[in-house]
C-alpha cells in the first residue's frame, strides 16, 4: 500500500536516494517554488491543496477547496510558476460523452481559482504536467506507451 505522507529525498546528480521526509498531509502530488520557498501540495482523498513552507510545515494551518464544478475529473499532478499553479485533471470517467475534455485548472499562490484550460488528447490519462518557457507539457498514458504531448489549449 502507498505511503502518501511519505517524500523520498533523491540527490539530483547522482538520482540515489538521500533521505526520507514525512508530510503533514497525505500527497498525490508535490511541487516545489525555490524563488517562493514554497511547496503547493495536493491532498490525497480530498479535494483540497495546501501550501507548505520550504521545511513541510503547513502555512497556517489552511487548506484549499479546488472549484466544485472540477470534482467529476480524476486528480493527477501539478506543476506551477512564479505567478500560478497548474492542476492536471483526467475526465476518464466520462471519456464517453460528447463534452469529454481533460483540464487544467489554474489557481495563484494565495488559493484563488483563475481559470481553466481544456485539452482533449482522447480517451488516454495524463499522469503529470509541466511549465517549460510558458508552455505546457503532458505526459499521457496509453496503451502503448507514453506519451509527452505539447500543446496548447483553449481558454475555458
Request: include cysteine.
Amino acid at each position: 500500500k502507498p505511503n502518501f505522507t511519505r517524500i523520498t529525498l533523491v540527490d539530483p546528480d547522482s538520482l540515489e536516494i538521500v533521505g526520507y521526509e514525512e508530510s503533514p498531509v497525505p500527497l498525490y502530488a508535490l511541487e516545489y517554488n525555490p524563488d517562493r520557498d514554497m511547496f503547493v501540495a495536493g491532498i490525497s482523498g480530498k479535494r483540497e491543496f495546501c501550501f507548505l513552507d520550504g521545511d513541510l510545515n503547513l502555512i497556517d494551518d489552511k487548506t484549499y477547496r479546488t472549484v466544485e464544478f472540477t470534482d467529476r475529473y480524476t486528480k493527477q499532478d501539478i506543476c506551477a510558476d512564479g505567478n500560478l499553479l497548474y492542476f492536471i485533471l483526467w475526465d476518464g470517467k466520462h471519456k464517453d460523452l460528447e463534452d469529454f475534455q481533460n483540464l487544467v485548472a489554474i489557481y495563484d499562490w494565495n488559493g484563488e481559482y483563475r481559470g481553466a484550460l481544456e485539452f482533449n488528447l482522447g480517451p488516454e490519462e495524463p499522469e503529470s504536467i509541466s511549465i517549460l518557457g510558458g508552455e505546457i507539457y503532458a505526459v499521457v498514458c496509453n496503451n502503448r506507451e507514453p506519451a509527452i504531448y505539447h500543446f496548447e489549449p483553449k481558454v475555458k
